[in-house]
């Protein structure tokens, strides 16, 4: 249970770290409203959760688990790619089965080339007690090669 309020429970560090992906964190909070609790992106994931990045790039992990892990993996993302918005959000829910899938678009810039990036993203999230305790990625690797200039000419 969070404490009030809905603070992390487990300390992800100073959130200033992870400015880079605020038009993320946004879309999503707005995806997930009304089934999650807390006020910031980390404070919708149960201690335990798992995350699966399905279609990724190359050395990126294919699972990561637990929530300080997913932290400490998006902490360094503002060194590659800096995001300045998100849209396209569609949300498709499946109240049975306790699933949301969210289709988003993501728009920035790498930080190395200068290049823009947009990509598309698939999310999978299972909520069990008003937290995320499952996350099933699907994204376009072409985008994020194309914006790192990857592979080199």
Do not use: C
Not at 58 to 70: F, I, L, W
Not at 87 to 105: G, M, P, T
Not at 126 to 138: A, G, L, S
């Amino acid at each position: 249970m969070d404490p009030p309020g809905g603070q992390v429970t487990t300390p992800i560090g100073d959130l200033d770290d992870f400015a880079p992906l605020d038009p993320f964190f946004r879309i999503i909070k707005e995806g997930l409203a009304g089934f999650v609790d807390g006020r910031h992106f980390f404070d919708f994931l149960a201690e335990d959760v798992v995350f699966e990045y399905v279609i990724s790039v190359p050395g990126y992990p294919r699972r990561v688990e637990g929530r300080r892990a997913v932290a400490e993996l998006y902490r360094g993302y503002g060194s590659n790619i800096v995001l300045r918005s998100a849209d396209e959000l569609a949300v498709h829910r499946d109240h049975e089965a306790s699933v949301i899938v969210l289709e988003y678009a993501v728009h920035g810039q790498a930080v190395q080339t200068g290049r823009t990036y947009n990509n598309h993203f698939v999310s999978v999230i299972t909520i069990k007690n008003r937290k995320v305790t499952h996350w099933r990625d699907y994204l376009d690797p072409v985008a994020v090669f194309n914006a790192i200039g990857w592979p080199a000419p």
